[in-house]
T-cell receptor, first 112, second 117 residues
Framework: GAVVSQHPSWVICKSGTSVKIECRSL??????MFWYRQFPKQSLMLMAT?????????EQGVEKDKFLINHASLTLSTLTVTSAHPEDSSFYIC????????FGPGTRLTVT | AQKVTQAQTEISVVEKEDVTLDCVYE???????LFWYKQPPSGELVFLIR??????QNEISGRYSWNFQKSTSSFNFTITASQVVDSAVYFC??????????????FGKGTRLHILP
């Protein structure tokens, strides 16, 4: 069964609101989690690396104040899209731990 | 810097034909991992294979096979006797660090494969 879950699987929100996406490792502990974004018909782009108990490391060009990442426990990392705009509409995928197989099922965000 | 190039944006073949998806990578490291993933319309990534830089043996898994050639920095993926269910986007990816807590997997742009009945 799935070892990494994401919640919600899809969400629609209004422009200007904030949305929180959760990534959970179900039966293992993950000191590191990775967040990716995928625009329609495009590749997965790494946004940030989330480390438990410390600040996330953001990739160049990713606004850390807009995409807040919290990795408060060894099984949960959250990505909050603050003041969302239509251009933030995307598919967000997390990866937990060092195993290449442990990607979450993704969260589809639509900002209207 | 690391880079993965999948030159084929979209491929269409008729069912039962063989199809090869190309992947060329760039890295300055001598130790790295290469991957292939399948992404069906549902969006969930399906892991297919991992190959480390020291293992150039080709691999076969059922109808899938992979050809890793360091001399040309290529890691091509062949589907034999394709089926409609193989229709998906396929990503080649690279990780420069050994698999540890800090490694990043960098993806190519993907190849959209259409298998026509």
């Amino acid at each position: 069964g799935a070892v990494v879950s994401q919640h919600p699987s899809w969400v629609i929100c209004k422009s200007g609101t904030s949305v929180k996406i959760e990534c959970r490792s179900l039966d293992f502990q993950a000191t590191t989690m990775f967040w990716y974004r995928q625009f329609p018909k495009q590749s997965l782009m790494l946004m940030a690396t989330s480390n438990e108990g410390s600040k996330a490391t953001y990739e160049q060009g990713v606004e850390k104040d807009k995409f807040l990442i919290n990795h408060a426990s060894l099984t949960l990392s959250t990505l909050t899209v603050t003041s969302a705009h239509p251009e933030d509409s995307s598919f967000y995928i997390c990866r937990a731990g060092s195993d290449e197989q442990y990607f979450g099922p993704g969260t589809r965000l639509t900002v209207t | 810097a690391q880079k993965v190039t999948q030159a084929q944006t979209e491929i269409s073949v008729v069912e039962k034909e063989d199809v090869t998806l190309d992947c060329v990578y760039e890295t300055r490291d001598t130790t790295y991992y290469l991957f292939w993933y399948k992404q069906p319309p549902s969006g969930e990534l399906v892991f297919l294979i991992r190959r480390n830089s020291f293992d150039e043996q080709n691999e076969i898994s059922g109808r899938y096979s992979w050809n890793f050639q360091k001399s040309t920095s290529s890691f091509n993926f062949t589907i034999t006797a394709s089926q409609v269910v193989d229709s998906a986007v396929y990503f080649c990816a690279l990780s420069e660090a050994p698999m540890n807590r800090d490694d990043k997997i960098i993806f190519g742009k993907g190849t959209r494969l259409h298998i026509l009945p």
